[in-house]
C-alpha cells in the first residue's frame, strides 16, 4: 500500500518535471496588432499562427487585439514585459504613440520587431512591412495608365492623419505632380470604409455627371464602395479607371470582372517575415524551421535577419495573377 | 395630418390642446427648417434638385431612417438604444451568412433569419430594462458592446461577400424607378404613423414617456409596453441589417460603428423629446432628411467632410435649444 503511494507519487512527480521542461522549450512570442476587425490583420494573425515554427511546435504566439487603441497597445506590452515574452511582433496604432511601448520593452531586453505600420523609433529590432509611399504611386500609375495623359480623377483617402493616408497620399501626390494633364476634381476621405465611400461617390456623380475618368482609392474597401456607386448611378465600372490597394478578397473578385485593379500587400509576408527576423534576433534561426517568404521574394535580401528594414514588394494584380492569389484564399 | 399626432397622449383636455398646438409649430418649424435648406441647396447646387439626386439622398437616408424609427419609440418611452449600430451589424452579419450565392438558400432564409437575430438582441435589451430596471442607458451600452462581440465571433472577424442577387436587389434594386430600399422605409415609416397615431399600443407608448405612474395606474401594462419598444427597434436593426450588406454587397463586421448618433440626433432635430412622451414620428422622418440633404448638399459643394461634422452638430445643438424654448414657454 504504501509503496504504491509512493510510486505514484513519484510518477506524478516526474510527470510533472517533464511537463514543466517542455514547457520551457517553445519560444514565447507576443504579437500587438493595433486591431483584429479588419480583414488584413485578420491575415496577417492567421499567417502568423500557420509559421512553420509555430506549426512544429518550437513558438507559441500569442496574438493580442490592440482594439484601435494606442492607449491598450501600451498596456498589453506592459503585461507581455511582465510575462518575460522572448520577443514581440508590433503593428501599431500609431506611430508617434507607439514609441514609449518599445523603448520600455528593448529598455527590458525584449527585441521588438515592427510589422505592417510604422513606429517612429530606432530602437525597433527591425521592421518588416511594405512602402506606403510606393503604393500610392503605383494606384495612382495604374489608374492614370488606363486614362491617359489627360482626365480627370477623384481620390478617396484613408482617415485624415493616419501614416498609411499621409504615405499613400504622398504617393499619389508624386505622380499627380508628373501627370500635369490630369485634373483632380474631388478629394476626400472616406475613412477606410466602403460604405461611406459609396455615398460620397453617388454624390460626386451628381455633381460631376460623366467627367470623371478614374477613381484612386488609397485601399481596397472604398474602391469598392466606388464601383457600387458607379453600378447603382447606371454606369459601367469598366469605363472608369479604378484601383485600390490592399489586395482584399472582394477586390480580387472585381478584378476578375476588370473591374479595377489593386495592389496586393502580403499580410502573409509581413506576419511571417517578422517573425523569421525576431527568431533570428534570438538566435534561433538555424534550429527552427523558417517561413518561404524569402524564397518567395527573390529581390528580398534576408541578409540573416540582421537588416534594420524588409520592405516586402507591393504586386500589381491583374488577369495574369488574380486566379492564383483568389485560390491561395480558399 | 402632422397636428394631431400628439393628441394620443392621454391626460387632461388642457394638456392635449397645448399639446396640439406646439405640437404644430414645432412640426411646420422642421419642415420649414427643411424646405429652406433644399432652396438654399437648389440655389448654390444646380444638381440638388435633379430626380436621381433626390433619389439618391433617400437611398442614402433609408438606412438610418429604419434605425431613428425604431429610435423614436424608444425613445417616447423615456428610454434611449445605444446599440443600434451593433445589433445592425449582427443581423447583416447572420443573414449574410445564408445569402452568400453558393449556400443555396431559398431568399426567405436570410430574411427571416437577419430580422429575427436583430429582434433576439432587442428583446434582450427588453427584458433587462422592463423586467429587471436596468437603466435602459446602461442596458443598451452594454448590448452595443455585445453585439459587436457576437458579430466578429460569428463571423471571425472576416467580411462575408458574394451574396446572391436576389438578396443584393434588398439594397440595390429599383420597382418603377423608386430605390428598394427608400420603399423599405416609406413602408416602415407609414406603418409606424399609424401604429402611434391610431393605435392603442400608440397610446400607450406615449403614456409611459409622459407620466409612468399614471400609466401603471390607469391600468397600462407599462413593462410589457417598455418590453415593445426596444423589441421593436431590434427588429428594425434586423431590417437595416438586410438593408445596409445588401446595398455595400457585403456583411462587415465593422459597419455600422456609430450608426447610433445618428439616429438619435434625427430623432432629436425631429422634436422628440428625450425626456419621453412627446414627439412625432413625421417630425423623425425630417430629422433623418435634414442630415441626409446636408452630407449631400456638402458633398455636391466639395465640401470637407469636417464641415458637415461641424454642421451637423450644430444643427443638433439648436434643434435641442429650439426644443428647451417651446417648453418653457408652455
Given amino acids: 500500500m504504501k509503496t504504491t503511494l509512493h510510486r505514484i507519487a513519484f510518477t506524478a512527480l516526474a510527470t510533472a518535471i517533464s511537463t514543466s521542461a517542455l514547457a520551457e522549450d517553445p519560444l514565447r512570442i507576443g504579437a500587438a496588432t493595433y486591431g483584429l476587425q479588419g480583414e488584413f490583420m485578420q491575415l496577417w494573425s492567421n499567417a502568423l499562427e500557420a509559421h512553420p515554427a509555430v506549426l512544429s511546435g518550437d513558438v507559441e504566439v500569442t496574438v493580442f487585439d490592440g482594439r484601435y487603441d494606442a492607449l491598450v497597445q501600451s498596456n498589453q506590452f506592459d503585461s507581455m514585459i511582465t510575462r518575460q515574452y522572448d520577443a514581440i511582433l508590433f503593428v501599431p496604432i500609431d506611430a508617434d504613440a507607439c514609441v514609449a511601448p518599445v523603448i520600455k520593452a528593448s529598455a527590458a531586453g525584449i527585441p521588438v520587431v515592427g510589422s505592417n505600420t510604422r513606429c517612429n523609433t530606432d530602437q525597433l529590432a527591425s521592421f518588416v512591412g511594405s512602402d506606403d509611399v510606393l503604393a500610392g504611386q503605383m494606384v495612382a500609375q495604374q489608374v492614370i495608365d488606363q486614362i491617359g495623359d489627360n482626365g480627370k480623377v477623384v481620390v478617396l483617402e484613408g482617415p485624415i492623419g493616419q501614416s498609411a493616408q499621409i504615405d499613400r497620399g504622398e504617393g499619389i501626390d508624386k505622380v499627380l505632380a508628373e501627370n500635369p494633364g490630369i485634373e483632380v476634381l474631388e478629394r476626400r476621405t472616406a475613412n477606410w470604409s466602403r460604405a461611406e465611400a459609396l455615398s460620397l461617390m453617388e454624390n460626386w456623380l451628381t455633381a460631376h455627371r460623366d467627367e470623371i475618368g478614374g477613381v484612386i482609392a488609397q485601399n481596397d474597401e472604398m474602391a469598392i464602395g466606388a464601383i457600387q456607386a458607379i453600378i447603382a448611378s447606371g454606369r459601367s465600372p469598366n469605363d472608369i479607371a479604378i484601383a485600390g490597394v490592399d489586395g482584399i478578397t472582394d477586390a480580387l473578385k472585381a478584378v476578375t470582372q476588370e473591374q479595377m485593379a489593386t495592389i496586393l500587400q502580403d499580410a502573409t509576408a509581413q506576419a511571417q517575415g517578422a517573425l523569421d527576423v525576431a527568431l533570428a534576433r534570438l538566435g534561433k534561426a538555424d534550429e527552427v524551421p523558417l517561413s518561404d517568404i524569402w524564397e518567395r521574394y527573390p529581390e528580398l535580401e534576408w541578409a540573416g535577419g540582421e537588416a534594420d528594414t524588409y520592405n516586402i514588394p507591393w504586386t500589381l494584380v491583374d488577369q495574369d495573377n488574380v486566379a492564383e492569389l483568389l485560390e491561395q484564399r480558399q | ?330
Fill in chain 2, 1 to 330: 395630418m402632422n397636428q394631431a399626432s400628439s393628441s394620443a397622449t392621454p391626460t387632461t383636455s388642457a394638456t392635449d390642446h397645448r399639446n396640439r398646438i406646439t405640437g404644430f409649430l414645432s412640426d411646420y418649424g422642421i419642415i420649414v427648417a427643411f424646405i429652406v435648406l433644399c432652396v438654399i441647396l437648389s440655389v448654390v447646387s444646380p444638381y440638388f434638385l435633379g430626380v436621381n439626386n433626390l433619389l439618391n439622398v433617400l437611398r442614402q437616408v433609408s438606412i438610418n431612417g429604419v434605425l431613428a424609427i425604431g429610435m423614436t419609440f424608444v425613445i417616447l418611452t423615456r428610454g434611449i438604444d445605444l446599440s443600434v449600430g451593433s445589433m445592425m451589424a449582427f443581423a447583416a452579419m447572420v443573414a449574410a451568412s445564408f445569402a452568400v450565392v453558393d449556400s443555396g438558400m431559398p431568399l426567405i432564409v436570410p430574411l427571416t433569419l437577419g430580422l429575427a437575430a436583430g429582434l433576439a438582441l432587442g428583446c434582450v435589451n427588453g427584458v433587462m430594462v422592463a423586467r429587471f430596471a436596468i437603466p435602459p442607458f446602461v442596458m443598451t451600452l452594454g448590448m452595443l458592446s455585445m453585439a459587436r462581440g457576437l458579430t466578429y465571433i460569428y463571423s471571425d472577424g472576416m467580411p462575408i461577400s458574394s451574396l446572391s442577387p436576389s438578396f443584393l436587389w434588398l439594397g440595390q434594386g429599383m420597382v418603377v424607378g423608386i430605390p428598394v430600399p427608400v420603399i423599405l422605409f416609406a413602408a416602415v415609416f407609414m406603418l409606424a404613423w399609424f401604429t402611434l397615431r391610431y393605435t392603442t399600443f400608440g397610446r400607450y407608448v406615449y403614456a409611459v414617456g409622459g407620466n409612468p405612474t399614471a400609466a401603471r395606474l390607469s391600468g397600462i401594462k407599462v413593462s410589457r409596453i417598455t418590453f415593445s419598444v426596444y423589441a421593436i427597434s431590434g427588429l428594425l436593426c434586423g431590417l437595416a441589417g438586410l438593408m445596409i450588406a445588401a446595398r455595400t454587397s457585403a456583411a462587415l463586421p465593422q459597419a455600422g460603428v456609430a450608426y447610433e448618433l445618428d439616429a438619435i440626433a434625427a430623432v432629436v432635430i425631429g422634436g422628440t423629446s428625450l425626456a419621453g412622451g412627446k414627439g412625432r414620428i413625421v417630425g423623425t422622418l425630417f430629422g433623418v432628411l435634414i442630415i441626409g440633404v446636408i452630407n449631400n448638399g456638402l458633398d455636391l459643394l466639395g465640401v470637407s467632410s469636417f464641415y458637415q461634422q461641424l454642421v451637423k452638430g450644430a444643427i443638433i445643438v439648436v434643434a435641442v435649444m429650439l426644443d428647451r424654448s417651446r417648453l418653457s414657454n408652455t
